[in-house]
């Protein structure tokens, strides 16, 4: 079946969407297709969708299992698969009709292991946005030195891995992703996905990227990727011991072991947030250098993104600082911020800025100066920020061990 692809669709309690996306897969204009529909113990009507669908498109191959969760879903249709390409596509998303087409032609003409393109989401207010990979279109080097492998290892400063964690939204050689896949804990949970991803491309030679936004990713409070389980810490650990088995015998190994715990330490703080919710109140991604610098001020802020969230947090917490108003050059949606244009109607001390990128900070700083603000009271330092702090002791400690 080296010219067929294998469509491995996990299901769980998506009656309301499932015929809408079998819809799109069966209408696909490419339609040498195998496609797998695992039914994880639904509980509602998708078991008998599947076997619907199954009886009118000899194409489809339907498994109903007990709920055992993605993870094992998902390994339930490789293992079935035959397919020499293997594509992932959740129960209540859907595809454009040129979606494989697309794909596979990128993977056959450029050679590729791996084919990404964007996703448009879908919330359930009926409001889209449409998001791409980090890296432009174009054809990249997979290998060790290559531009993709580089952003996956952690620097002195940050990782930046562009490429979408996702499995969905993506073409796979069968041989670049089968072997690792069907090792994977069918416990783990959160990241699972990403550490496959960043393992396919290990093994991959070519990673082609597309422009366009082909697969559609819906947005709802109770989908696969947003339950939140009973033993979630106990499948955060199972995920980080995979993780470190995965990446022990291949390229720059004691980097990854760094990644696994940054992404660890990341769901721990997702899943307490998940389980208390006051979580967010306490902890910060990102903190204020030299806050006693503020006591006893009347502060300007500026910047609402996750930088200002955090700072805004930090500084209601303290009783001598007084945050007079909160600014930002957009409006934002789910907080109430300012415009700018608003400082020259407030007695302050000082403005700090909230951002992350000195390049960003000057631009602000050169907006604010040419609303007439004293360039003497504004006021950028680079955030603190646990995670980079992180990876450079990570970093320090792996050239000191290629060193020696």
Not at 212 to 226: D, F, G, K, T, V
Request: glycine letters at 4%; proline letters at 2%.
């Amino acid at each position: 079946m080296s010219d067929y692809i294998s469509v491995i669709i996990p299901i769980y309690n998506t009656e309301k969407y499932l015929a809408q996306c079998i819809e799109s897969v069966i209408r696909q204009s490419y339609n040498k297709l195998e496609i797998i529909l695992i039914d994880d113990g639904s509980k509602d009507s998708s078991g008998k969708i599947c076997d619907d669908y199954a009886s009118r498109d000899d194409r489809i191959i339907v498994r109903h299992t007990e709920e055992r969760g993605v993870t094992a879903s998902r390994k339930e249709g490789l293992g079935l698969s035959k397919g020499n390409y293997i594509c992932f596509v959740d129960g209540d998303d859907c595809l454009d009709q040129e979606y494989i087409e697309r794909l596979y032609s990128a993977a056959i003409i450029e050679n590729s292991e791996v084919v990404a393109c964007g996703h448009i989401e879908l919330y359930e207010d009926g409001s889209r946005i449409k998001k791409f990979n980090g890296y432009r279109a174009g054809v990249y080097d997979c290998g060790i030195e290559g531009p993709v492998q580089q952003t996956m290892y952690p620097t002195t400063h940050s990782y930046d891995f562009n490429l979408h964690g996702a499995l969905w939204g993506k073409l796979f050689r069968r041989d670049v992703i089968y072997e690792d896949f069907m090792e994977l804990d069918n416990r783990a949970v959160r990241s699972e996905d990403l550490t496959l991803v960043m393992a396919t491309i290990i093994n991959s030679q070519r990673l082609t990227i597309l422009d366009e936004c082909l697969y559609y990713y819906r947005i709802r409070s109770n989908s696969l990727c947003r339950r939140t389980e009973p033993m979630y810490y106990e499948r955060i650990n199972c995920l980080y011991l995979f993780f470190k088995k995965l990446f022990q015998n291949k390229p720059h190994n004691i980097m990854m072991e760094r990644m696994a715990d940054i992404l660890i330490i990341e769901e721990i703080m997702k899943a307490t947030h998940n389980f208390f919710p006051f979580f967010t109140d306490i902890i910060s991604n990102f903190y204020i250098p030299n806050i006693n610098d503020f006591l006893g001020k009347k502060i300007v802020l500026y910047g609402a993104g996750n930088v200002g969230k955090d700072f805004k947090k930090q500084l209601n917490a303290e009783k001598n600082i007084d945050v007079i108003i909160w600014v930002d050059s957009a409006p934002k949606d789910d907080i109430e911020v300012l415009s700018p244009k608003e400082i020259k109607d407030y007695d302050y001390d000082c403005i700090l800025i909230a951002v992350k990128a000195e390049v960003m900070a000057d631009e602000i700083r050169q907006s604010l100066v040419d609303l007439g603000i004293d360039n003497r009271k504004i006021i950028w330092e680079e955030p603190i920020s646990w995670k980079e702090e992180y990876l450079k002791h990570a970093f320090n400690r792996y050239v000191s061990s290629t060193i020696s």
